[in-house]
């Protein structure tokens, strides 16, 4: 099994661990990243966007001008798409750009983007995060210890003072164990996982 070292928030190595091969140190399946960036980028849309049709703009119920002695072609009514003021032809209507991906995948690409950062040597586990108050210093000096330029910071479980000290740092994001994702852990350039994060998500993964 791959190792790791467990460092505190000075950078001390305070220990090492085992991790499950299966969840961080797989084969890198990019197709897969790519589809589940895809899948979560396109769930994330509105699909809000909507113009009127010729039966939803107002006017025109009566035609414009007789069908036949005008020299003019037949015209139905002057909301058509070809005149000004007319419905849109083949415009956008609201509707979903989700789509379905089966749960392996789901799995599969989660496992392949965290074994993306072990196998680059971007992976940094700690022992704990635990602060004693919100202080945004005190969080932004332990990323600058390890010096990290962008890093998802995974941690077991809520963390009021944790979660509130990283809100204002730019590239730097805490997520909860069970709220990691392909699309933030491509995102930022390291991931910074707790100790206890890291059983969390062998834990789910493993089943």
């Known amino acids: 099994m791959a190792t790791v070292a ?30 589940m960036v895809r899948y979560q980028l396109a769930a994330r849309r509105q699909g809000t966007a909507a113009v009127k049709n010729r039966s939803a703009v107002a006017g025109g119920a009566k035609k414009p001008y007789r069908q036949k002695g005008t020299g003019n072609a037949r015209q139905g009514t002057i909301r058509a798409p070809h005149f000004v ?3 849109v032809a083949f415009g956008p209507q609201p509707r979903s750009y989700s789509f379905k991906l089966n749960r392996k995948v789901k799995k599969a690409a989660l496992c392949s983007a965290l074994s993306a950062r072990f196998q680059g ?22 990323i600058e210890r390890f010096a990290l330029d962008g890093a998802l910071v995974v941690i077991d479980q809520a963390d009021v003072k944790v979660e509130l000290s990283a809100r204002n740092l730019r590239n730097v994001k805490v997520l909860r164990a069970e709220g990691v994702n392909v699309y933030d852990v491509l995102k930022y ?13 062998e ?4 089943k």
């Open 121 to 142: 040597e971007k992976l940094v586990v700690v022992k704990d995060l635990a602060l004693d108050d919100i202080s945004t210093k005190r969080f932004s000096q332990v």
């Open 189 to 201: 350039p390291y991931l910074v996982l707790t100790d206890a994060a890291v059983t969390e998500i």
């Open 6 to 35: 467990i460092y505190d928030q000075d950078k001390k190595q305070v220990g090492e661990r085992e991790l499950a091969d299966t969840v961080f140190n797989t084969e890198v399946k990019e197709y897969l990243l790519h589809d």
């Open 203 to 206: 834990g789910a993964l493993e």
């Open 85 to 87: 003021g007319g419905g």
